[in-house]
């Protein structure tokens, strides 16, 4: 089985964090912010979902080594 890109995961996390902080700022349901506030909540969520995603395939690679290397040895 191929081990997981760590670098096109975080990628991909980072575009899914931005995606959500951008549905966030239009809500209907919350106050009008400044535009440091936007931009503060772009940043946060696309490293916060970026972090995440990237060590989920880390993690995902490691326990995927120790399966295979169980396997085989």
Do not use: D, H
């Not at 239009?26 to 506030?37: D, E």
């Not at 909540?41 to 326990?63: D, P, S, Y």
Request: glycine fraction near 10%; hydrophobic fraction near 50%.
């Amino acid at each position: 089985m191929r081990e997981w890109n760590t670098i096109r995961a975080t990628a991909y996390g980072g575009a899914i964090g931005l995606a959500a902080a951008a549905i966030k700022s239009v809500a209907p349901w919350g106050a009008m912010q400044s535009g440091s506030a936007i931009a503060k909540e772009f940043i946060g969520a696309t490293l916060a979902f970026a972090l995440l995603c990237g060590l989920a395939a880390v993690l995902r690679n490691c326990i995927q080594r120790r399966i295979t290397r169980s396997e085989s040895g």
